[in-house]
C-alpha cells in the first residue's frame, strides 16, 4: 500500500470487509504488541471470511510493515486454505448427473 493510499484511510475504514475489521481494530491490536499476520487474524478474524483475505491479506500485511518496520517481502505467510464456495450436496455425493436428468424429466413435465 503506498503512503498516498493510507493517507486516504481512516480509523474506520474496513480493511476485511468478510468479517466487518476496520483499521481501527489492527492498529490497536499492532500497539498490543502483536507482530504477526496470523495473531492478527486470530484475534480479530481479519483474513478468516469467505474469500480467506485474498482482499484484505494485502492491506494487512502493508499495515503491519507501516508500524513495525518489518518488509512485507520478509514476513511469514499465514495458513491458507481455499476460499468457501456453495457446493450442492449432490455433487459431493456423486449425484451431479442425476440431478440433471431429474430436471429433464421435470422440463417434460413428468414430475420428480
Ligand atoms: S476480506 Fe478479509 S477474509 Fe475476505
Redesign the pocket.
Known amino acids: 500500500m503506498s503512503n498516498q493510499m493510507s493517507n486516504r484511510m481512516s480509523n474506520q475504514t474496513i ?5 466487518d ?1 476496520t483499521l481501527e481494530e489492527i492498529q490497536n491490536l499492532i500497539a498490543e504488541g502483536l507482530t504477526t499476520i496470523d495473531e492478527i487474524k486470530r484475534l480479530s478474524r ?12 494485502p492491506l494487512l500485511m502493508n499495515e503491519l510493515a507501516r508500524a513495525t518496520g518489518q518488509d512485507v517481502r520478509e514476513m511469514k505467510m499465514p495458513a491458507f486454505r481455499p476460499p468457501t464456495k456453495p457446493i450442492k450436496l449432490g455433487i459431493l455425493l456423486g449425484q451431479a448427473g442425476r440431478e440433471e436428468n431429474c430436471q429433464e424429466r421435470a422440463d417434460r413435465g413428468e414430475g420428480s
Open positions: 480493511i476485511c470487509r468478510c468479517e475489521v481479519c483474513g478468516m471470511g469467505p474469500c480467506q483475505g485474498r482482499n484484505c491479506r
